[in-house]
């Protein structure tokens, strides 16, 4: 298992390369996903959502928010919830399936790996 502080950190240093242009991409990437997997798309995410919580991992959850309100304040709030899923997916993969683990994924990763969320 990764280290939740090493993957925090890693995706901290991504907020700092996050363009405008890759904040678009994150909110645009959801609503793409969900027309690409159709019904799959919420069952995975709301699925692995779930499995996190009920991971006990509510600490990691509210440390992830605190470190993007700290580095980018100036990001909306579905920015910031796409990075919390995407640091808590990387960092507790083993909790989840390969479907719930790219819906949780996804969006985070369109923003800042275009070439992996193609």
Do not use: C
Request: net charge negative; hydrophobic share 55%.
């Amino acid at each position: 298992m990764i280290e939740f502080e090493t993957v925090l950190a890693e995706h901290v240093a991504q907020l700092d390369e996050l363009t405008d242009t890759g904040v678009e991409a994150i909110r645009a990437a959801h609503a793409a996903a969900t027309l690409r997997m159709g019904s799959a798309f919420p069952q995975a995410f709301n699925g692995g959502r779930r499995a996190l919580v009920a991971g006990q991992h509510g600490a990691a959850l509210a440390a992830a928010d605190e470190a993007a309100r700290a580095a980018r304040p100036d990001l909306p709030q579905d920015v910031r919830v796409a990075f919390r899923w995407a640091v808590l997916a990387e960092a507790f993969r083993g909790e989840l399936t390969d479907a719930q683990h790219e819906a949780l994924t996804l969006a985070w990763a369109a923003g800042v790996s275009p070439a992996r969320a193609a």
